[in-house]
């Protein structure tokens, strides 16, 4: 059995990161996710409709952002995407930054080609998708405004 008294619930975890991130104008510096892409994206709750934070990794490519479903190879999708599928209009806190956005799932094709880069740069994402039988999401955030 693992000893798990010290580690925080996952939402707790999120909000440190979060909180975190936030004073360090988007870009940490020290903890697991020192020097790592992050941004905060806003979903809405599908059933709730409540606003829900979430901290996660991206990718900038070619002035495109794109985040992914990877939920660290869980077989289930992450309640974040569930959430952006039923209702595409995000908000995004990046660097720094806060706009809104609209989610926009890749196609196959180009879902496999930027999941790709982000492996190659981020070798756990390569371990995510080894470790479940779905395929995990890639969404582009296309701001609105």
């Not at 580690?7 to 020192?34: C, H, K, T, W, Y």
């Not at 996660?56 to 985040?67: H, K």
């Not at 595409?88 to 080609?113: F, K, S």
């Amino acid at each position: 059995m693992t000893d798990t008294t010290n580690r925080p619930e996952p939402e707790d975890f999120n909000r440190q990161v979060i909180e975190a991130l936030r004073a360090a104008g988007g870009v940490l510096s020290e903890g697991p996710f020192a020097g790592a892409p992050l941004l905060v994206l806003h979903t809405t709750g599908r059933r709730s409709g409540r606003t829900y934070e979430n901290p996660m990794m991206y990718l900038e490519l070619d002035g495109r952002v794109f985040v992914f479903a990877s939920r660290a190879g869980h077989d289930e999708h992450p309640d974040w995407y569930l959430n952006l599928v039923a209702q595409p209009a995000v908000t995004v806190e990046r660097g720094g930054e806060t706009y809104r956005a609209r989610a926009v799932v890749l196609d196959e094709d180009e879902r496999a080609r930027v999941y790709a880069l982000q492996s190659d740069a981020f070798p756990q994402f390569a371990e995510y998708q080894r470790q479940t039988s779905r395929v995990i999401p890639v969404v582009e955030l296309v701001r609105a405004d």
